[in-house]
């Protein structure tokens, strides 16, 4: 038996009866809950690499835990998880490149009220980074040079070295970011990673060499004329940084 349901003012539990001549209705009922239709906000972030399989978090209103409950990326519906009642999170999918429309459903039936944008973009890649080697005593302001750069609303740029080292950098184009190596531990290479939108950092990792600095005790003679022409010696401990490109 399929039924058509009425509209009604607010959120409420109805019980539900069939009848066969229109009067003499079963016995037994069903509950049948009434709740309000989601209402989307936006998304965090806004944009994500086409590529699919980011988790965003969804904001907006009236949401409800639900088996059920899907977010709609244009045609492509993929499962939400419920955080409260004005936060989802959901997974990307695969998608074509473009802004299309963000939709949440509790039921796979009946869709928000209100929809987000979500832009999907060509995958953040890496080629390399300048320079590809530091001193271990110091910070190093890192080139990351690559493509398909961008600047996603409210996030910022991140620059992650090795598994867990996450420090903000800074977007200079489509094409370049900046980056500032960290401390090391000790002397080593460490991979760096690139995201542009918090949650989606570059598949390619290219590596940053930590090598030991100079160090200079002394110089003799210490004074010479001015016209030159003469040869002076340093004693110290020098450290060959060679260019290494990944």
């Not at 001549?21 to 989601?38: H, K, M, Y």
């Not at 110091?138 to 080139?143: F, G, L, R």
């Not at 740029?157 to 094409?175: T, W």
């Not at 970011?177 to 290479?189: E, K």
Request: include cysteine; glycine fraction near 6%.
């Amino acid at each position: 038996v399929e039924c058509f349901f009425f509209q009604v003012p607010s959120a409420a539990i109805v019980n539900v009866r069939v009848a066969n001549n229109g009067v003499d209705f079963s016995e037994s009922t069903i509950d049948f809950q009434i709740l309000a239709l989601p209402v989307v906000f936006l998304s965090v972030p806004s944009m994500v690499s086409s590529a699919g399989g980011a988790e965003i978090l969804v904001m907006g209103a009236n949401f409800w835990n639900s088996s059920d409950s899907v977010c709609k990326f244009h045609k492509t519906e993929t499962r939400a998880t419920f955080e409260s009642s004005s936060f989802l999170r959901c997974m990307t999918p695969s998608h074509v490149v473009g802004t299309f429309s963000l939709l949440v459903s509790h039921n796979a039936i009946d869709f928000a009220l209100s929809e987000a944008s979500i832009c999907f973009l060509e995958s953040v890649y890496v080629d390399s980074i300048s320079p590809n080697s530091g001193s271990d005593t110091n910070q190093t302001i890192i080139s990351v040079f690559g493509l398909n750069f961008f600047r996603d609303p409210g996030q910022s740029v991140l620059c992650k070295f090795g598994d867990n080292i996450v420090s903000e950098g800074s977007l200079v184009s489509s094409s370049l970011s900046l980056c500032v190596s960290p401390m090391p531990a000790s002397s080593s290479t460490i991979s760096v990673q690139i995201s542009m939108n918090g949650i989606e950092y570059s598949r390619q990792k290219v590596l940053f060499l930590y090598e030991t600095q100079s160090t200079f005790l002394g110089i003799s003679p210490s004074s010479g004329p001015s016209f030159g022409g003469f040869s002076i010696s340093v004693v110290g401990k020098l450290a060959f940084i060679k260019d290494r490109r990944n």
